[in-house]
């Protein structure tokens, strides 16, 4: 019975007065062709069928629950539990959405994937299913990210993907979408540009919930089999939202389970200096979509800081604003400090090395275990740590105490 998925988002795209879809004109017919596309091919059994296929026998799916049985000693109170995302080819939830964008492309008969991408995480994501599918990928991305992130760059090229350098503005993640935007709009017969996240206009926030909500499935009947019963609380990081909309859908007609995103608290509480967009924001448009947004002194996209830099969006997926607004999930903040010392807490005690995007979520859950004795904690390791080995090390040590 998943009363609140079927009736949410409307017809149009809007979660209550979030979402939508702000197009350039010449954009409106292409994302009218994706959206009728996604409604017919998620009804037909040959496209679920080749998709559980390729979830199973190219991502390796489904990915187990974890009982962390060390942490929760050391915490004392609640009993923590991570649903792995980890675990997926590539490392990451990601490629549980790009991989269906990438089927949802073939079906459409479209012979090309493309997108932007900041850290480089949905880029590599897209690449593989390009590869997988034998189509071309193009991917914008800012210089100073290529520099930042020349892994990312690499595994890209290798995996046969364009890496289109993005030179204007703050050459990073908000200009290079622009860039996408702008490349996407004389290729659009022959591509399909893949949004990395429960962003952008309709059909991306539904869609992309949609092909992550396999995590929330297979983790509330993996949880019920291990335990005999629900969790009571979950939770998990949100940058744009896609693994925690995952999740939480899964659990989102239990009322009995209370659900936690974990955003970006950064260095401190003033702008500039986090990307926690809901605990700070006001309405606003970003990217083709209404949202919460945090704004600078002139209403414009305030930049933003976080130690993991697949949360470092000013924005947030409607859908998210949209259940703040209804109280339906809870959402907090852990900073910089506090995952890295679930970084380094994960890695030390139960043998994971989280991503930093991740670690919030397991800073959430250290956190809260203390105040819950007797209750349960799933969170959604959304990824693991090798990309941010190097980058924590040279800055910060090997535990919270060099
Ligand atoms: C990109 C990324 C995120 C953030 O994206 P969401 O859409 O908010 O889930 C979280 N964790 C990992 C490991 C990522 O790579």
Not at 57 to 64: K, V, W
Not at 369 to 387: E, F, H, Q, T
Request: hydrophobic share 40%; glycine share 12%; with cysteine.
């Amino acid at each position: 019975m998943a009363s609140y998925l079927k009736s949410t988002p409307t017809r149009d795209g809007f979660f209550g007065k979030y979402g939508g879809a702000m197009l350039p004109p010449p954009l409106i017919p292409h994302f009218k062709e994706i959206g009728e596309a996604y409604d017919k091919l998620s009804k037909s059994s040959e496209f679920v069928r080749d998709l559980r296929y390729i979830r199973k026998h190219f991502q390796g799916r489904p990915t187990p629950i974890s009982h962390f049985s060390n942490l929760s000693d050391i915490c004392g109170g609640a009993q923590i539990y991570g649903k792995r995302e980890d675990l997926n080819h590539t490392g990451a939830h990601k490629l549980n959405h790009c991989m269906a964008e990438g089927l949802l492309a073939k079906y459409m008969g479209k012979t090309k994937l493309m997108a932007e991408t900041g850290a480089g995480q949905h880029g590599v994501a897209l690449a593989t299913a390009a590869a997988y599918f034998g189509m071309e990928c193009e991917i914008h991305m800012g210089e100073i990210d290529i520099a930042k992130e020349a892994p990312n760059v690499t595994r890209m090229k290798l995996l046969g993907a364009t890496v289109v350098p993005v030179g204007f503005g703050g050459r990073s993640l908000k200009e290079a979408v622009d860039s996408a935007f702008g490349a996407y709009i004389p290729q659009a017969d022959t591509t399909l540009f893949a949004i990395g996240s429960v962003v952008g206009p309709h059909p991306f926030p539904l869609m992309v919930r949609n092909f992550q909500h396999v995590v929330g499935i297979e983790a509330r009947e993996q949880f019920m089999d291990m335990t005999g019963g629900l969790p009571d609380m979950v939770t998990a990081c949100v940058g744009g939202g896609s693994n925690a909309m995952g999740l939480f859908a899964g659990f989102i007609d239990d009322e009995e389970v209370s659900l936690h995103g974990v955003e970006p608290m950064g260095t401190s509480s003033n702008l500039g200096d986090h990307a926690a967009t809901i605990s700070f924001g006001e309405d606003g448009d970003i990217h083709g979509f209404h949202t919460l947004l945090l704004k600078d002194k002139d209403g414009e996209p305030a930049p933003v800081h976080t130690i993991a830099s697949g949360l470092d969006y000013p924005g947030v997926g409607p859908e998210h604003a949209h259940l703040s607004t209804t109280g339906r999930v809870n959402y907090t903040a852990a900073n910089d400090k506090e995952a890295l010392n679930a970084f380094y807490a994960l890695s030390r005690h139960e043998g994971i090395i989280p991503a930093l995007e991740s670690a919030h979520a397991v800073a959430f859950a250290m956190r809260e275990a203390k105040n819950n004795p007797g209750k349960s904690i799933l969170l959604n390791l959304s990824g693991r740590g090798d990309k941010d080995i190097d980058y924590v090390t040279e800055t910060f040590g090997y535990s919270v105490d060099d």
